[in-house]
């Protein structure tokens, strides 16, 4: 079961911007394996109790993926805020200037994505350096990339409230600073799914739970566990 009308999760707006299309050639590759396969699958509908009690499975594997971290900041309400895998899919509108706020992965490919539109962006980060989920190459790379495209990335930053204008930022000396902008993209990683994973559990003599609905990790660590998984039953 699928409660998005489309296969791949997360994956579907990170296989988005145009630099990503050998993770889009991955995910295609694993859809049309998925489907030559004799699985039922039902798309657009959330895997609710109810819905899988009838069915008596004997055995049940929770992938349910994880959702956006959502601060609790003022002005996060805002109709100009949204969520980077929102803007990757082209659901979440931005304006010309733009802050990010995280300065992990997610943040600065979404920042690399903006800037190549034309968009005038800003990286928001609380550590003492960007990108640093990422191995050295990696992130080197990437930083070339994001100075290239003139992306400014502010680090060693904690952001205070969102305004109509803009967003208010205090250093480690905290000294505020304001950030002009028209929209503010959510980049700050994502939460395992724990409140659906204890509505499920019980509901087949065998329950298991993988990939980010566990642990938010990488996506090797999400197709090592399946493919573990998928051996083991």
């Not at 991955?26 to 069915?55: Q, W, Y």
Request: one cysteine or more; charged letters at 25%; aromatic letters at 4%.
């Amino acid at each position: 079961m699928r409660k998005n009308s489309e296969l791949g999760g997360n994956l579907v707006p990170a296989s988005k911007p145009p630099f990503k299309q050998d993770m889009r050639k991955f995910l295609d590759h694993l859809i049309n394996r998925v489907k030559g396969l004799p699985v039922d699958i039902r798309l657009s509908t959330e895997a609710f109790r109810d819905k899988i009690k009838p069915l008596a499975p004997e055995v049940l594997i929770l992938a349910l993926g994880a959702e956006p971290i959502i601060p609790d900041l003022p002005g996060i309400t805002m109709p100009q805020v949204t969520w980077a895998g929102d803007v990757l899919l082209g659901t979440g509108k931005v304006g010309n200037r733009v802050v990010i706020l995280g300065g992990g992965l997610v943040g600065c490919e979404t920042a690399l994505f903006l800037s190549g539109l034309g968009k005038e962006v800003t990286v928001v980060e609380m550590k003492d350096e960007a990108a640093g989920d990422q191995n050295a190459i990696s992130r080197t790379l990437l930083l070339e990339l994001l100075s290239k495209q003139g992306v400014e990335i502010r680090k060693g930053m904690t952001v205070e409230e969102i305004m109509e204008d803009g967003v208010r930022i205090v250093d480690k000396g905290h000294k505020q600073r304001q950030i002009p902008a028209g929209s503010v993209v959510l980049a700050l990683g994502l939460k395992s799914r724990t409140d659906v994973l204890e509505e499920l559990q019980g509901l087949a003599p065998e329950v298991y739970v993988i990939g980010d609905c566990l642990r938010s990790r990488k996506l090797m660590d999400a197709i090592h566990e399946a493919f573990n998984m998928a051996i083991e039953l």
